[in-house]
């Protein structure tokens, strides 16, 4: 008898034990969770930096540049800033497509996901983007297709709250599904560096040659390269100063969205764009959905 008791006091000592370990074991879990949350949190904007400028910072490279003063007449050209008590960090370049909207890539977007929108600003009107004019964001649209991982459709809207109507805003026309992407042409990307030792927060140009996609593909070895995205490449201007968000200009209209720039570090990689031509249709789809009038200019 008192064997059999102490056989079950000893059963639910056991269970007790298991138990408040697995308790303990899971808060643990929840804590170290919560902590990873905390620390991706707080460096999703820095990350910008990443995605933007300072993945190789050759220096030696940067200085060897001829660094192209841009005429301000590319009136489009918009940021992505973050603004905090007394400081503001460029997060993206953006493209002004109409009244009320700005065109960017799907990464700048997912930077500010989950930001307080209040924060967030699109400054646009001036060459240097602390001194523009701040427009309030009031929402934006990822592509469906996009997912962090993936360097496809890298696209996304972003309504603002207030018109753009100044002198210096202006709508880009962008590439319609005619246009024509003709390997080794000359075009030109637009950005404000967000590598703060380079640059004086005005914005540069850079020209750069389109490739082909099998050029492309056999350079970039580990991505898979397809028809949402153009390549371009300039050993020449080769500067590690890539700004995502920004415009790929030809003929007057922009063609493509800075997206990607895999091992800048090495000079032989090419930089992926968004190629714009392939997202006409995603607009009208856009517009449906989310029962808004964009009132975008496609030309070819
Ligand atoms: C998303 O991808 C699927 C499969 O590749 C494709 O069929 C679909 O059209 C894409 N969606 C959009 C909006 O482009
Ligand atoms: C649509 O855009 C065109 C060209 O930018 C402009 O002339 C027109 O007034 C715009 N329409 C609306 C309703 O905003």
Redesign the pocket.
């Known amino acids: 008898m008192a064997e059999g008791l102490s056989n079950v006091a000893c059963f639910s000592i056991t269970t007790l034990l298991v138990v408040s370990l697995a308790n303990l074991v899971l808060l643990m879990f929840l804590i170290l969770e919560w902590r990873n949350n905390c620390i991706s949190d707080g460096e999703s904007i820095d990350s910008a930096y990443r995605i933007g400028a300072l993945q190789g910072g050759n220096k030696q490279l940067s200085n060897s540049i001829t660094r192209n003063s841009v005429n301000f007449d590319q009136k489009f050209m918009a940021a992505l800033v973050m603004f905090k008590e007394v400081s503001s960090s460029l997060i993206c370049g953006t493209i002004i497509v ?2 009320f909207w700005v065109l960017t890539s799907a990464n700048c977007c997912y930077l500010i996901k989950g930001q307080p929108l209040e924060r967030l600003k699109v400054v646009s009107n001036s060459e240097n983007w602390k001194r523009g004019k701040k427009h309030s964001i009031e929402n934006f649209v990822i592509h469906a297709n996009y997912t962090a991982k993936s360097l496809s459709y890298n696209v996304c809207l972003i309504k603002t709250g207030s018109p753009f109507k100044e002198q210096n805003e ?2 880009a026309f962008l590439a319609s599904s005619y246009y024509h992407y003709i390997t080794d042409t000359l075009a030109t990307t637009l950005g404000w560096s967000s590598n703060k030792a380079t640059t004086n927060n005005n914005i540069y140009s850079l020209d750069i040659n389109l490739i082909s996609f099998q050029r492309c593909q056999t350079l970039i070895k580990d991505h898979h390269v397809d028809k949402t995205m153009v390549c371009a490449y300039n050993i020449e201007t080769h500067d590690c100063r890539f700004d995502s968000g920004g415009p790929l200009i030809q003929n007057n209209i922009v063609i493509g969205i800075a997206s990607y720039e895999i091992n800048c570090d090495k000079r032989i990689m090419p930089r992926l764009f968004t190629r714009i031509s392939f997202f006409e249709k995603w607009f009208e789809l856009v517009e449906k959905e989310h029962n808004v ?1 964009i ?3 496609f030309k070819y």
Do not use: G, I, R
Request: glycine share 0%; charged share 25%.
């Open positions: 109409s009244k202006l709508p009038k009132n975008a200019t």
